[in-house]
């Protein structure tokens, strides 16, 4: 077997998948700076002769797989496997492999640094000694940045998954109160409590979501619910900004609704104008869709795959020997 690796991938990784699998073609994205679009991607299966795909980013749709409707397998080094055209690839047979968690603990740090830095409001303060305002004898600095502890706070997570769970983990350390909604979520540590979307917003310090794009959770985080928050409490996401109503979070930010907000991720990416009116907000603690990119994400990623893609080899060959016998 050949496989075309686009995905960034270590030497130990790609050692793995020749010696259980075949010749390795590496081709990462990373190279050019940029995902492969549909052509692109299209003449680096045909160049290589591949028989099955490793990507990221790139797109896979559905040209690309009719053109090449006899791919072994195709494995996806992310969360979910949205850049794939699953119907297409169900359609031909073509098992498609995804890494759910790789970066739980990437956002998981990222939250909790960033949550930390706006409640004890770090860049704010840093500005103010950078900009040389220290005086002799002044307090100002103590009065004017004094923050709050994020322990003893109630996290409220919209969204239970890998990543929300991780951050639990890591505030049993401070501790925090951990309640969430989940609907999908019925076995859980019995320190967490689960409860309603709009018991998370009434009664949360902070909120942080943790939801993937489709078509129920698009505009989930309505006015409605964002109205509900305390005029204390801290909005997270990091997770998918289409699940937010922009304009809502924009109006709670601007009126002084709420304290203030940390966000990763933004409707427009680029930002549009509308977003860049959050991320220039002294209330806002912005980051460019950065908080799963770790040098470690990409070792994760590996590791998880190549166990599906050993896993599924293993059963491949069990069931052609039974057929055989």
């Known amino acids: 077997m050949?496989?075309?690796?686009?995905?960034?991938?270590?030497?130990?990784?790609?050692?793995?998948?020749e010696k259980n699998?075949?010749?390795?073609?590496?081709?990462?994205?990373?190279?050019?700076?940029r995902s492969f679009n549909e052509s692109e991607l299209i003449t680096l299966l045909g160049e290589s002769k591949a028989d099955a795909l490793i990507t990221e980013h790139d797109h896979v749709t559905e040209k690309v797989i009719d053109s090449y409707p006899n791919l072994q397998f195709i494995g996806v080094c992310r969360?979910?496997?949205?850049?794939?055209?699953?119907?297409?690839?169900?359609?031909?047979?073509?098992?498609?492999?995804?890494?759910?968690?790789?970066?739980?603990?990437?956002?998981?740090e990222m939250f909790v640094a960033n949550v930390i830095n706006l409640l004890r409001m770090t860049i704010p303060s840093w500005q103010w000694l950078t900009g040389e305002n220290?005086?002799?004898?002044?307090?100002?600095?103590?009065?004017?940045?004094?923050?709050?502890e994020l322990a003893g706070k109630t996290i409220g997570m919209v969204g239970f998954g890998a990543v929300g769970q991780r951050i639990a983990e890591i505030l049993k350390?401070?501790?925090?109160?951990?309640?969430?909604?989940?609907?999908?979520?019925?076995?859980?540590?019995p320190l967490y409590r689960k409860t309603t979307l709009e018991d998370i917003f009434e009664s949360s310090d902070?909120?942080?979501?943790?939801?993937?794009?489709?078509?129920?959770?698009?505009g989930m985080i309505n006015s409605n619910l964002i109205s509900r928050m305390k005029q204390e409490a801290i909005f997270v996401n990091t997770a998918r900004a289409s699940v937010v109503d922009r304009d809502a979070l924009i109006d709670a930010i601007q009126n002084n609704k709420i304290r203030g907000a940390v966000l990763d991720v933004f409707d427009h990416e680029p930002p549009d104008e509308k977003d860049y009116l959050l991320i220039h907000s002294p209330?806002?603690?912005?980051?460019?869709?950065?908080?799963?990119?770790?040098?470690?994400?990409?070792?994760h990623h590996v590791d998880i795959l190549n166990a599906k893609l050993l896993t599924w080899l293993r059963e491949s060959k069990l069931v052609d020997h039974q057929v055989k016998n």
Request: glycine content about 6%.
């Open 79 to 108: 969360g979910t496997p949205s850049n794939v055209a699953l119907h297409t690839a169900e359609k031909h047979g073509i098992p498609v492999f995804h890494t759910p968690a790789r970066n739980a603990q990437a956002v998981a």
């Open 2 to 17: 050949r496989i075309l690796v686009t995905a960034p991938y270590n030497d130990q990784g790609r050692e793995i998948l």
């Open 206 to 218: 902070i909120v942080s979501i943790h939801l993937p794009v489709n078509s129920h959770t698009v």
């Open 173 to 189: 350390c401070f501790p925090c109160d951990i309640q969430f909604y989940d609907p999908f979520l019925d076995e859980f540590d």
């Open 21 to 33: 699998f075949g010749e390795v073609i590496y081709k990462t994205w990373k190279d050019q700076g």
């Open 134 to 148: 220290w005086e002799a004898g002044a307090h100002t600095s103590y009065l004017q940045f004094k923050g709050n």
């Open 283 to 299: 209330k806002v603690l912005a980051t460019p869709h950065t908080a799963g990119a770790t040098h470690e994400v990409e070792d």
